[in-house]
């Protein structure tokens, strides 16, 4: 189910409910902060859209059922708390900027070794974040060459991509980043502190139409624009696991044996194709 499918959302969900995860998820959710909601999620004609805040239930109403579309909360509210992590000042951690598979984020790695070079003296242990798809030789290179460490979370299809993110920033002291995002939020809820840093980056559009929609409104993301945390992440829309539970249980009641069978059967045809060709190739650039 669109959304659902990505960086273990679907398990994230059912973990939480102590409901056994069937395959799919009899949802639709959107997987990520929006600046604007889109028509993806709307596409399949879901039984419902689970988004994280009324902005975006009342922005995507102009897509789907209104009455279908139930505010939830951020997916990232759901995760375990991860156990003993301190936070030190000598530790960073920086997010690029990141491409999609419908479109990639272009940058100069001259810009980004002049920042890595400022950030490094502020940190004396800074993690690169990368996006999978922007893994590069050039990239892992350059980061070898200033004796930092780079990191990813995993693929879009990735069970456990949310809880890694959590891992790998719970040490940190301070999250950089150049492209405001889902990571600002869900830092800031972990109660880290975070720093916008300049870095020119360009997305190539592609023809797809999602993207496209939010083409328009992406210019209105700024450095110093201040998000509602608390309206963003849903923090006061956030379900206790007997809600979650009804809920995930009366979605699977109402899809069909050959609807299940069918997500199931996608879900793992495209995980396993994008672990091939995406994630590993990316996981050994790192490792050379």
């Not at 030190?88 to 690029?96: D, I, P, Q, R």
């Not at 993690?127 to 893994?135: E, P």
């Not at 539970?245 to 069909?256: D, P």
């Amino acid at each position: 189910m669109r959304g659902s499918d990505f960086y273990g959302i679907q398990n994230i969900f059912c973990t939480y409910a102590g409901v056994r995860w069937r395959g799919f998820f009899p949802y639709a959710v959107q997987h990520g902060w929006q600046i604007a909601a889109t028509s993806y999620e709307s596409t399949d004609s879901p039984l419902e859209i689970w988004v994280w805040s009324s902005r975006i239930k009342s922005d995507m109403s102009k897509f789907y059922d209104p009455d279908r579309i139930r505010v939830v909360g951020s997916p990232y509210l759901y995760l375990p708390r991860v156990v003993g992590s301190n936070k030190f000042e000598s530790a960073g951690v920086y997010v690029l900027p990141h491409s999609s598979h419908f479109a990639r984020i272009g940058f100069s790695n001259e810009d980004l070794k002049v920042l890595l070079l400022r950030l490094r003296a502020r940190h004396s242990h800074l993690v690169l974040l990368v996006y999978y798809l922007d893994v590069t030789s050039k990239l892992c290179d350059l980061v070898k060459q200033l004796g930092l460490q780079m990191a990813v979370c995993g693929g879009l299809w990735s069970k456990d991509f949310l809880i890694n993110f959590k891992k790998i920033i719970s040490n940190s002291y301070r999250l950089y980043y150049s492209s405001f995002g889902s990571a600002v939020l869900f830092a800031q809820y972990d109660g880290i502190e975070v720093e916008y840093v300049p870095l020119f980056s360009r997305v190539e559009y592609s023809e797809n139409a999602h993207v496209n929609e939010l083409a328009a409104s992406a210019s209105l993301v700024q450095s110093d624009l201040r998000w509602d945390i608390n309206l963003e992440l849903g923090l006061d829309q956030k379900l206790s696991s007997s809600e979650c539970r009804e809920l995930i249980g009366r979605g699977y009641k109402a899809v069909s044996f050959g609807q299940s069978l069918k997500k199931t059967v996608a879900n793992i045809k495209n995980s396993s194709i994008d672990r091939l060709k995406n994630l590993a190739p990316a996981l050994k650039k790192i490792s050379d």
